[in-house]
């Protein structure tokens, strides 16, 4: 990720969704839920209970980039926990 995509940027002129839950979850191409091939963390569209937007990860390097990302903006922004 580029610092212009990671920064701060305003949301004006943005479509925003309000979510009302999410869950975390391992996705397999079979029924049986053999040897699942992605991690999908979805979240439930507020008044809207037959929808729900989901964001696949195919790798551990990109759920890392996720994590790491969300932490240097929760950092940033809430200041570090203390230990």
């Known amino acids: 990720m580029s610092k212009e995509e990671t920064g701060y940027r305003s949301l004006r ?7 009302d839950g999410y869950g975390i979850a391992q996705w397999c191409p079979t029924d049986d839920g053999e040897n699942p091939t992605e991690v999908h ?7 809207m209970d ?7 990860f195919k790798s551990m ?12 903006h929760a950092e940033e922004v809430f200041g570090r926990e203390k230990p």
């Open 13 to 19: 002129n943005t479509v925003q969704i309000p979510f």
């Open 41 to 47: 963390l979805h979240f439930d569209v507020e008044g």
């Open 50 to 56: 037959d929808i729900m937007f989901a964001m696949r």
């Open 61 to 72: 390097r990109a759920v890392k980039e996720l994590v790491d990302t969300l932490m240097l």
